[in-house]
């Protein structure tokens, strides 16, 4: 692969007017094809096949409408005051309006549904008093001798059938409509549709009418059900990563030109990629959170791949190297692991294909895709621009001082014995108390509570919770499937009894009942939970209902709603976690035994990546969840951790940990291959890679850590988990506590029994075989030329590199 790099960037060198006319033509392709079949971004998230799924289903089928989305409005009298009559039938003007809209099926007017209750309030006192005086006339006939047995059989009916009204007006009297001050209402909007089946555009339309409404004297917010939430993709905080990455390559360079680069390779390829991936929008059902991903991946891993090439073209160029020549040694060598390490990422994300979750497999898909590109970019593109700047790629002073002895290597002292016991310890330490949080992380999705302060739907949220209850925010719907079909006279009576066992669990707010099939076999029930959608009470709540209550012999129960499937969604990915993780695992141990061939390199590569990935759910748990240091990354109110993070950032952070090993050890190695002593050739491989593996990760920290400020929801905690593993596996783990463990272990660090080096495949990821044999700083053993090179390493001989060879 060295050899076909290293053509490929003479190639790309010699034509590079065609080269990056090839790829601005692919950008506008891409653009071009987002433009024309480029469809709406979905912000809700579903798995196929969970409880929630099926009963929603069910509910289609029995109810119809009842399984449909629903958003709410909230009407607040700006003054605090009561609503006037004028402002209440400008509401129901609104309502009315909405109703005719595409994909809603009904309208809940507040003030029609308070008045509904309070007919029913008078009808059952009615009713009641009718009932007394119905008695009281039976008591007198009885006195006087009459036979009045089958009147009194009557009356107990009919009281009967009154208790259960009464009961069921009961446990629904907290489930009003309009705040007991009057100064709020709640107006339902009901969509044919399920949430996760709901178009976008019909959103939008409703979506419309609210934002052009205006009653006097009320402040009108809508919950976060009629948006997508998709216009905080780009924002101040993710230009402000990539400006910090541009400050970061002008210091690394010494100049603007070659700093300049980089980035405008990663725009290529995120136009590219991201683009490309839109234009598929239309045909498939995408949420807003996976371009996004793409974007994140394609800028950072864009910037650092770029970077290593351009970083060892410079160095070749102060050695004295002719451009030509070190533009194709730069992509064959520096080249050959850049595109190892966007494998690593590439298969990494691809691996999410086991989940089985389709909009996680899609989110894989969607990001390896810009990964690909990014590395088609870096060898291709790079070596082209790379061409075009020639010598400009120095600074000036760099330049006065090509093949100045100062830039030849040498090999620095190994790393003291006591310094790397105590740098490994507290590495290790250090990152096993950061992630002690994640012990109590709990997964979800954001809710109201976790949007933008000022948007309208973090507002209609947190005036419902404190005006008619948390728990209104994420209304449970339960199923009761009869045994045998209810007459019309025991229905009410039914009704009343399996209210009255869901009211008499804890956490229960009220109930009230919202439908019942023609059979007369199937009732649903609104339940309003005493906790909001994401809370632990909630959560009980749902598997109490599933798992303990009875409703009567024979009676199925099923529960479904937006925090049910919530609560699905999060216990299926942490179900799914562990098994990823290890496929994570076990990929990284059979990639560095090829590219290392020792065993216990990949051990110490792997564990690092689970100390770093561990500590990253820590701080992510602490800060989301714990809510520590939450007004410095707007966490202002802390909930679950986001129940996809996880799985995402296994395999990403999986891809960029090997990166940085990839960078370091093999310096390492290619020290000791050349006859460098086994702890001097880790300080030497150290001193090699720390600086563009510093850079790096700050540059990967910078893109991802802007996106913790990002206007949509699910991508802020996204990108601290990110940035944060790349701070723990780049600083801690790859420049402490591997170099460490390499100095511990001294020669047995490369030991490999001879029947597996046979079985593993011989690779030579930097391109070795390119490079011109000289020998390396610090190497000692004389090899006779006449016999094949060899180095002893555990107690046996390994062939060297071709480039020994040579």
């Not at 309502?95 to 595409?102: A, E, N, S, V």
């Not at 109201?448 to 309208?456: H, K, L, W, Y």
């Not at 909630?538 to 024979?554: A, I, K």
Request: glycine share 12%; charged share 15%; proline share 5%.
């Amino acid at each position: 692969m060295a050899a076909l790099l290293d053509r490929l960037g003479r190639f790309s060198a010699r034509h590079r007017w065609s080269v990056v006319g090839a790829w601005v033509l692919l950008l506008a392709i891409a653009g071009g094809a987002f433009a024309l079949f480029g469809g709406t971004l979905s912000s809700t998230f579903d798995i196929p096949g969970t409880a929630t799924d099926k009963v929603t289903t069910q509910l289609e089928r029995e109810l119809g409408k009842v399984g449909g989305a629903t958003g709410t409005i909230v009407f607040r009298s700006a003054d605090g005051t009561a609503l006037s009559s004028a402002q209440q039938k400008d509401i129901a003007g609104l309502l009315d309006r909405i109703d005719r809209k595409k994909g809603v099926s009904s309208t809940i007017d507040p003030y029609d549904t308070r008045a509904q209750q309070q007919a029913n309030a008078a009808k059952l006192v009615a009713a009641q008093e009718q009932l007394t005086a119905a008695r009281a006339q039976l008591a007198a006939a009885k006195a006087q001798g009459a036979d009045i047995s089958a009147q009194l059989g009557e009356l107990d009916a009919r009281a009967a059938q009154l208790d259960a009204g009464t009961r069921l007006l009961s446990a629904s009297k907290d489930l009003r409509m309009v705040s007991a001050d009057g100064s709020t209402a709640i107006g339902v909007v009901q969509f044919r549709d399920t949430l996760l089946e709901l178009p976008a555009s019909q959103k939008a339309g409703v979506a419309s009418v609210i934002d052009a409404a205006h009653i006097p004297g009320v402040r009108i917010d809508s919950s976060s059900e009629f948006s997508d939430q998709v216009d905080g993709i780009v924002g101040p905080g993710e230009i402000t990563g990539v400006i910090i990455a541009a400050l970061v390559l002008v210091v690394m360079f010494g100049a603007v030109l070659p700093a300049v680069m980089p980035l405008v390779s990663s725009l290529v390829g995120v136009g590219v990629g991201v683009a490309g991936a839109l234009a598929f929008s239309g045909t498939i059902e995408m949420g807003s959170v996976t371009p996004v991903l793409g974007l994140m991946l394609g800028l950072a891993v864009g910037i650092d791949y770029s970077l290593f090439i351009i970083n060892r073209h410079r160095r070749q160029l102060k050695e004295g190297m002719p451009p030509a020549a070190s533009i194709g040694l730069a992509n064959g060598t520096s080249g050959g692991a850049v595109v190892f390490a966007g494998s690593t990422v590439l298969i990494a994300l691809l691996a999410l294909v086991v989940t089985g979750i389709p909009f996680l497999t899609l989110m894989g898909v969607v990001g390896a895709a810009c990964v690909l590109v990014a590395v088609l970019v870096a060898i291709t593109l790079t070596p082209a621009l790379l061409s075009l700047l020639g010598m400009r790629v120095l600074s000036r002073r760099a330049r006065a001082r090509i093949g100045h002895p100062g830039h030849a290597q040498t090999t620095p002292r190994p790393i003291r014995t006591r310094r790397a016991v105590l740098g490994g310890a507290l590495a290790i330490v250090a990152l096993l108390a950061i992630a002690v949080p994640a012990l109590s992380m709990r997964l979800g999705l954001p809710d109201g509570s976790a949007q933008a302060q000022d948007s309208s739907s973090y507002r209609a949220y947190e005036t419902v919770a404190q005006e008619f209850g948390a728990g209104r925010n994420g209304a449970l719907l339960v199923t009761a499937s009869l045994p045998h079909a209810a007459s019309k006279a025991d229905l009410t009576t039914t009704e009343a009894g399996i209210v009255d066992t869901l009211m008499a669990q804890d956490h229960v707010a009220g109930v009230a009942p919202i439908g019942v099939n023609g059979a007369r076999d199937f009732i649903a029930f609104q339940v309003v939970p005493t906790g909001g959608p994401s809370s632990v009470s909630t959560e009980q709540l749902v598997h109490t209902l599933r798992d303990d209550v009875s409703l009567g012999s024979g009676v199925g129960v099923d529960v479904a709603g937006q925090a049910s499937g919530n609560i699905d969604i999060s216990e299926k990915l942490a179900s799914i976690l562990p098994t990823y993780l290890a496929v994570v695992v076990g990929l990284s141990l059979i990639i560095m035994l090829v590219v290392f061939r020792s065993l216990l390199v990949p051990v110490m590569a792997t564990a690092g990546f689970v100390l770093s990935f561990l500590a990253a759910l820590g701080a992510m748990t602490a800060v989301y969840q714990w809510g520590w240091l939450g007004g410095v990354f707007g966490v202002h109110d802390p909930g679950p951790v986001l129940n996809f993070a996880p799985v995402i950032i296994v395999g990403v952070l999986f891809g960029l940990a090997m990166d940085y090993q990839l960078f370091l050890v093999s310096g390492m190695r290619e020290a000791y291959v050349h006859g460098v002593p086994a702890r001097a050739a880790v300080a030497s491989g150290l001193r090699h890679g720390r600086a563009v593996v510093t850079a790096a990760a700050i540059i990967m920290i910078s893109v991802f850590g802007g996106f913790v400020f990002s206007h949509l929801t699910a991508i802020k905690p996204l990108g601290f988990g990110l940035a944060a593993g790349v701070l723990f596996d780049a600083f801690v783990v790859r420049m402490v506590l591997i170099p460490s463990l390499m100095h511990l272990a001294g020669r047995a660090a490369w030991w490999l029994p001879r029947w597996l080096d046979r079985m593993l495949p011989h690779v030579d990821i930097e391109g070795s075989a390119l490079e011109r044999p000289q020998p390396h700083p610090g190497a000692t053993e004389h090899r006779p030329p006449a016999r094949r090179p060899r180095v002893r390493t555990g107690g046996r001989m390994l062939p060297q590199p071709a480039v020994e060879r040579r």
